[in-house]
């Protein structure tokens, strides 16, 4: 049950990926009011847009292709787009994951330009389990996270060509962004699951509605 009244309307897409149960679920306790789409003409009354996702990068980018235009034109438009774990992967430019699966060059949404990499060495992956969040720079998304844990399952993360698009990282083994944006900050992401975070990820999904809101 929310604790506080409807603030904003968010479309989650739905395009056949994603824990959209529970990322709803987490939404709706943040205040806001919900719509499930898989019509992009839907993005056009929408205060903010949530990109959700579980699975491979290309798989993901096959399924989104319909959405493609209408998302970058949300983006450029002003639109907050949040994407999540895949959804935040989704919005670099390329990822090592369809090239070792054979799959060659795969395009992303190339919001925030970069490449999502694999874990390197003897590390474990996927990298799976609750892990600090360390704030880098100011963004809406991350008020009152710094220090807090978030829960991870990922075998890739985003190497973003810009430094200043890391709004946060998390260690394991090597520091990672955990959070990025693009420089405008109305495109953002988070390589965990804030909707399985507990209190730290309520806080974001909180910070997202604000971010909607103040739009």
Not at 108 to 123: H, W
Request: glycine share 12%; net charge negative; aromatic share 8%.
């Amino acid at each position: 049950m929310s604790t506080r009244q409807t603030a904003a309307e968010v479309v989650v897409v739905d395009y056949g990926l994603g824990n959209l149960r529970s990322v709803t679920r987490g939404l709706e306790r943040a205040g806001a009011s919900i719509e499930l789409s898989d019509d992009p003409a839907d993005f056009d009354t929408a205060d903010g847009i949530v990109l959700p996702g579980v699975g491979a990068f290309s798989e993901g980018m096959d399924n989104a292709g319909p959405f493609r235009d209408a998302l970058v034109e949300q983006a450029e438009a002003g639109t907050p787009l949040f994407g999540i774990c895949l959804g935040m992967q989704m919005l670099l430019t390329t990822s090592e994951e369809a090239e070792r699966e054979g799959q060659g060059s795969v395009q992303g949404l190339d919001l925030v330009p970069g490449r999502n990499v694999r874990f390197r060495g003897d590390l474990k992956v996927p990298h799976m389990g609750w892990n600090e969040l360390d704030v880098r720079r100011d963004h809406p998304l991350v008020e009152g996270v710094d220090g807090q844990y978030a829960y991870f399952v990922h075998s890739y993360y985003a190497e973003p060509d810009d430094a200043d698009a890391v709004v946060a990282t998390t260690d394991y083994g090597t520091d990672f962004a955990s959070i990025v944006a693009n420089e405008r900050g109305n495109v953002f992401g988070t390589q965990f699951h804030p909707e399985k975070s507990g209190e730290t990820g309520l806080r974001i999904l909180r910070n997202f509605v604000d971010v909607c809101v103040e739009r």
